[in-house]
């Protein structure tokens, strides 16, 4: 009988393990994902600054754009929280961020510096649905007893992130080619034209991928 008990206690507890090990593993992606967006920032900016013929002040208007998206989204972030619950939010948000990410794909076509901003735009509203639900959601699909654990596990992936994007973002994205003013000045329209969409073109095959890998977390979800 004791032994019979102590089965039924471990298979109890490798139950309720696996009831939320994988939604777990996939709020854990979200730590990464937006981890990952933020550290191509700094690859992304001066690539736009060559590729599309950008000034200091539309520069700076990149970062200003997802700072903004923070500001404006926050509240409506925990108003659908509140109403409709975490997972709502979260499903939101990874669409948001899909979304933001395939409009790269226009942006890169049409060389336009207002489309590459809306597109960053949306994507960090949808890291601001992200960044709410997250972090509470990490804390409450476990045992109590190791949120503090589960947390610090799930944040770390920001770290790993740090470290891979940088690697990711300048293998495909980054030519490897730098022109100054002169050397603008020497080529032929059609050049120049040649020059400057097939630095543009080098965003759309990381986006796509990373905006088909975020609708599969969302369906998962």
Known sequence: ???????????????????????????TSLFFFWGFVHNLDPILIPHLRKSVRLNDLQSSLIDSSVFIAYFAMALPAGYVM????????????????????????????????????GALF?????????????????????PPETATRRLNFAQSFNGLAAMVAPIIGGQFILSGTEMSDEAYAKLSPEAL?????????????????????????????
């Open 1 to 27: 009988m004791a032994i019979l008990a102590s089965n039924t206690n471990n298979n109890s507890v490798g139950n309720q393990t696996s009831n939320w090990l994988f939604p777990f593993i996939l709020v």
């Open 122 to 142: 949306i994507i960090a509203s949808g890291l601001t649905f992200l960044e709410t639900a997250a972090n509470p959601y990490a804390t409450i699909i476990g």
């Open 193 to 221: 034209n040649n020059y400057l969409t097939t630095e543009a073109q080098s965003v759309k095959t990381p986006y796509l991928f990373l905006g088909i890998l975020v609708l599969l977390v969302a369906v998962l979800f």
């Open 82 to 117: 509140r109403k409709y619950g975490y997972k709502s939010g979260i499903v939101g948000g990874l669409l948001l961020f899909a979304l933001g990410c395939f409009l790269f794909l226009p942006a890169a076509d049409t060389h336009q510096y207002i489309y590459f901003l």
